[in-house]
Each structure stands twice: as structure tokens, then as C-alpha cells.
């Protein structure tokens, strides 16, 4: 059974860091790249940063570069993302996705909420 799950979100005040996770299983972790997301309320889901197969190519929207920082673990079949000088704007619900094989899997999110 194919399983993306999210961890590590929360309450936070502006300007604090959270670190969130993403346990995958019931796939090959390395054959599939993947990304973080993220839905603010009202708003329409965006891409927040993607990681290739083995870590080495990591892209960013602007809005996280210099912020925000994701990493995989191969050996641990996790995704992380971790975040510095958070800001209210940066609410919302993270979602871990996996692209690969012809899939494409969506884990079911975790809130992430900044205070002022």
C-alpha cells in the first residue's frame, strides 16, 4: 500500500523555523522524485521545492529560496523540508508528492500555521 505521510507541522511565531517530514513506503523511494507543496487558505495549491532521485538537483519557487531547504534520505525513505525565518504569508498546508514509475502519489497534508 502506497503511503505519503507528513509530519512536523504546527504553530509557530513569525520569524521561527519548523521542520517537516515525509515517510513514504510501499514503493521504490528512489526511482520517484519529488516536491513539496503547499495551499494557503483560499488560495490555489503551489509548488514549494522539488528534489531529484538522489538529492543532488534541488530547485525552489522564489518565495523559498534562502528559507526553505529540502532534503531526501534514500536510506530512510524520507523527504524533508526544512524551514527558517517563517512568515505569516507561509501558512498553509504542506504536501508531500512523488513522481515516478508513471505515478504520481499525494500524501494527505500537514498544517503549518504563523503567527505575527
Not at 511565531?13 to 521542520?19: D, F, N, P, V, Y
Not at 517530514?21 to 519529488?34: H, I, P, R
Not at 528534489?51 to 536510506?75: H, K, P, Q, V, W
Not at 501558512?91 to 498544517?111: I, N, P
Request: charged share 20%; hydrophobic share 35%.
Amino acid at each position: 500500500q502506497v503511503q505519503l505521510v507528513e509530519s512536523g507541522g504546527g504553530l509557530v511565531q513569525s520569524g521561527g523555523s519548523l521542520r517537516l517530514s515525509c515517510a513514504a513506503s510501499g514503493f521504490t523511494f528512489s526511482s520517484f522524485v519529488f516536491s513539496w507543496h503547499r495551499q494557503a487558505p483560499g488560495k490555489e495549491r503551489e509548488l514549494v521545492a522539488h528534489i531529484g532521485f538522489t538529492g543532488d538537483a534541488t530547485n525552489y519557487e522564489d518565495f523559498a529560496r534562502g528559507r526553505l531547504t529540502i532534503s531526501r534520505d534514500n536510506t530512510k525513505n524520507t523527504v524533508q523540508l526544512q524551514m527558517n525565518k517563517l512568515k505569516p504569508e507561509d501558512t498553509g498546508v504542506y504536501y508531500c508528492r512523488a513522481l515516478g514509475e508513471g505515478f504520481d502519489y499525494w500524501g494527505k497534508g500537514t498544517l503549518v500555521t504563523i503567527s505575527s
